[in-house]
């Protein structure tokens, strides 16, 4: 699981902070979360092909946030994709996906799908799980969780004591299908150990402190969370639906979460450094976020 930072800005782009996207390695996917302009250009510098993206979650349609899908979604094109795309939003994403469809003079090659999400489950596999929340900001904003989904630990050493032996009857086992052994069933449970947490990571996407950002990062090993203002701006921070570095986190602290990466920065500061320091004082492990942050997504606590 690899965080990608693409761009940690917030309304407007400056030459060391681009608008807001991040692309998530994990599962043998590439996801991104925001689209801001520039996001194509920027997965370009470090070689990273928007045609392996099938899955885009959109966290609210302020233009800093979803203005690069037109010049990414043509590009695809131009180069001939086939795949489908997958656009994930709140209210308005299905006619904003269908104004870029009709947006200029280009042949669309490929399918796009566009959902209207509100809260819950979004997209589940065998190996994940994403989930939104509406969260509070000056419209509409989804915060997004991915969750790794993780099978308990077989017991090998118990199986063989019931009479398996190893073979496909393993992996029935593992996948939750009961197999026969001489006339008696053997149950998963039989051979199972306790659930095992995957790893999880939150999204804020942009909102102002909420309880449900805490109950949604609840446990998350790594929360990404605005940080548009430093805390002595906290009343302005509140009017225009944002949060502080306190803020964020305050929300860590509480959620419990492992790990606080900070993100969509005014333009107002140059010195991250303070930024994080601030933070730091109510949580004890706080990253700001810089254009190219990578990060790799460990468990902890396991």
Excluded: W
Aim: charged fraction near 25%.
């Amino acid at each position: 699981m690899e965080l990608i930072f693409l761009g940690t800005s917030s309304a407007l782009p400056t030459i060391k902070r681009n608008h807001s996207s991040i692309a998530l390695k994990a599962f043998g996917e590439v996801m991104l979360f925001d689209c801001g302009e520039g996001t194509q250009r920027q997965m370009a510098r470090i070689k990273l092909s928007p045609m392996k993206v099938d899955h885009i979650f959109i966290t609210h349609l302020h233009g800093d946030h979803f203005l690069g899908l037109p010049g990414m979604i043509q590009s695809m094109a131009f180069r001939g994709r086939t795949e489908p795309l997958h656009i994930y939003g709140p209210e308005g994403i299905i006619k904003t996906v269908e104004s870029i469809k009709n947006l200029g003079y280009y042949a669309l090659s490929f399918p796009i799908h566009a959902y209207e999400v509100t809260e819950g489950t979004v997209l589940q596999t065998d190996e994940y799980l994403i989930e939104c929340c509406p969260t509070h900001h000056s419209v509409l904003n989804l915060a997004y969780s991915v969750e790794e989904k993780r099978s308990p630990k077989f017991l090998r050493e118990k199986a063989i004591q019931l009479g398996l032996k190893p073979g496909p009857d393993f992996g029935k086992l593992q996948k939750g299908i009961p197999v026969e052994v001489d006339g008696t069933m053997i149950k998963p449970d039989q051979v199972l150990g306790e659930k095992r947490k995957g790893r999880k990571v939150v999204y804020s996407g942009d909102t102002k402190p909420c309880p449900e950002m805490v109950q949604f990062a609840s446990g998350a090993d790594v929360l990404i969370h605005e940080s548009t203002y430093e805390s002595a701006q906290e009343s302005k921070a509140i009017e225009n639906g944002h949060s502080t570095t306190t803020h964020a986190a305050m929300i860590a602290k509480e959620a419990e979460v492992s790990e606080l990466i900070l993100t969509h920065i005014s333009t107002r500061y140059r010195d991250s450094d303070k930024l994080r320091a601030e933070a730091s004082q109510v949580f004890n492990k706080v990253i700001l976020a810089e254009d190219f942050l990578n990060i790799e997504v460990k468990r902890h606590g396991i």
